[in-house]
């Protein structure tokens, strides 16, 4: 008589175990899913200012060290200064050229105006002169026509006739001086509004030669400022690459400073995963260098293009045998925890970052 082979008991409890678990691990993921979309293609960033020398020269003092901390307005570095300070030396004494110069020529225009109101005066004196010599001429004329038809009659002297003759002869002489002086006095006048003009203008020349020296010397003390580098922002230095003494040039990197105003994450999507996102929600992130804490953040801007489209050399997909790639959509998220626990980040490192998709 055969004997049935008895069911493992443990076995099947075991297997059923493990489907219900399985399953409900299935359905736990499908259900988040829909709700959150995740990627572990994201990284810290911040921003990093390059400290660049406006312009050469030999290093004098090098205040800062590689992971300092520094404040906006502290001096990182001193330039050797000395060949700025001769080109502010030089441009102040041009500018003290420059204003003499001016001062002179307006001197000169003074005494040019009061020439020319002293030729005035004298004209409008020899104008008065002219019309006593007319009146006066006039006169004589008529008493002189006068006489001619008296002497004809024996009714006065000869003497007094000549002497009738003689003031005619004498008022037309005098009128004529007087306009010979009034023609010399207008040609006189007329050259100091001249010179007097000519002073005016060189006066304007010498005003703007003025504001030319002015300006030479405010871009030499700026010069003489870009000597003393100075922190744009609070941060911490880094990656520095100088030693006193070294000559440094115009535009060159010498050192990187990492602000600690603010850190954002960026996390690289797949197109696939865009279709609910959007700016607002609430992201989750996981920090790798800090396991047992956790950081909270929200959306708040997406790429306007894919991240190979700014890579160095794209893809061109019209060349050659074309395969499809899934891209990736940069998507900016700053961080809502307080400062403090913020400042736990550095620029750089690797988290995971959970969208809450509703």
Known sequence: METKPKKNKRFAIVLGVLVIAGATFGITKYIHGQHHEETDDAQVEGDISPIIPKVPGYIDRLLVDDNVVVKKGDTLVVLDDRDLALRVLQAQAALDNAQANLAAVKAGLTTSTENVLTAKSNLEASESSISIAEVRARRAEQDFKRYQELIKSNSITLQQYEQ?????????????????????????????????????????????????????????????????????????????????????????????????????????????????????????????????????????????????????????????????????????????????????LRAGMNVIVDVHLD
Do not use: C
């Not at 602000?259 to 999507?269: D, G, H, L, R, S």
């Open 164 to 344: 009738a003759e003689a003031d005619r002869d004498a008022a037309l002489k005098q009128l004529e001086v007087s306009k010979r002086q009034r023609e010399a006095l207008s040609r006189e006048t007329s050259s100091r509004r001249a010179q007097s003009t000519v002073s005016g203008r060189n006066i304007a020349l010498a005003e703007t030669v003025v504001k030319e020296r002015e300006a030479d010397l405010e871009f030499a003390k700026l010069q003489l400022s870009y000597a003393y580098i100075l922190a744009p922002t609070d941060g911490v230095i880094s990656r520095k690459s100088v030693q006193p003494g070294q000559l440094v040039q115009a535009g060159q990197s010498i050192f990187a400073l990492v602000t600690a105003k603010q850190k954002w994450v960026i996390a690289n999507f797949k197109e696939t995963q865009l279709e609910k996102m959007k700016p607002g929600q609430v992201v989750e992130i996981a920090v790798d260098a800090f396991p047992h804490e956790s950081f909270q953040g929200k959306v708040e801007s997406l790429s306007p293009a894919t991240g190979a489209r700014f890579a160095l050399l794209p893809a061109d997909n019209a060349s050659g045998n074309f395969v499809k790639v899934v891209q990736r959509v940069p998507v900016k998220i700053v961080l809502t925890d307080a400062p403090e626990k913020a400042s736990l």
